[in-house]
């Protein structure tokens, strides 16, 4: 299973950004799928999940301004990013969980990470 994600950049505080994740390879079922972040020095947290049946979980800190979505026929996931903080600026890594087969367990798999800058 590959990870291909896009969208992230620089934006003024208050802004937004919109990021997206295409998994694509050998893939039997998907479990889940979500975005990480890590800011430097600190630990890799979790920022929003989302299950193939739709249900959806976010990190307290972005609660009413971050929301998540997937395409399980594309194999895709989006973070709609609103009024953006200085605080939210992160390597944001999207997050697979999928079978590729269906004779193997559930498996992890990341994206290569983008860049996320809040900044005026």
């Known amino acids: 299973v590959q990870l291909q994600a896009s969208g992230g950049g620089l934006v003024q505080p208050g802004g937004s950004l919109r990021l997206s994740c295409a998994a694509s390879?050998?893939?039997?079922?998907?479990?889940?799928m979500g975005w990480y972040r890590q800011a430097p020095g600190k630990q890799r947290e979790l920022v929003a999940g989302i299950t193939i049946g739709s249900s959806a979980n976010f990190a307290d800190s972005v609660k009413g301004r971050f929301t998540i979505s997937r395409d399980n026929a594309k194999n895709t996931v989006s973070l709609q990013m609103n009024s953006l903080k200085p605080e939210d600026t992160a390597v944001y890594y999207c997050n697979v969980v999928a079978r590729p087969s269906g004779n193997v367990p559930s498996l992890n798999f990341w994206g290569q990470g983008t860049q996320v800058t809040v900044s005026s």
């Open positions: 390879g050998s893939i039997f079922s998907i479990d889940f």
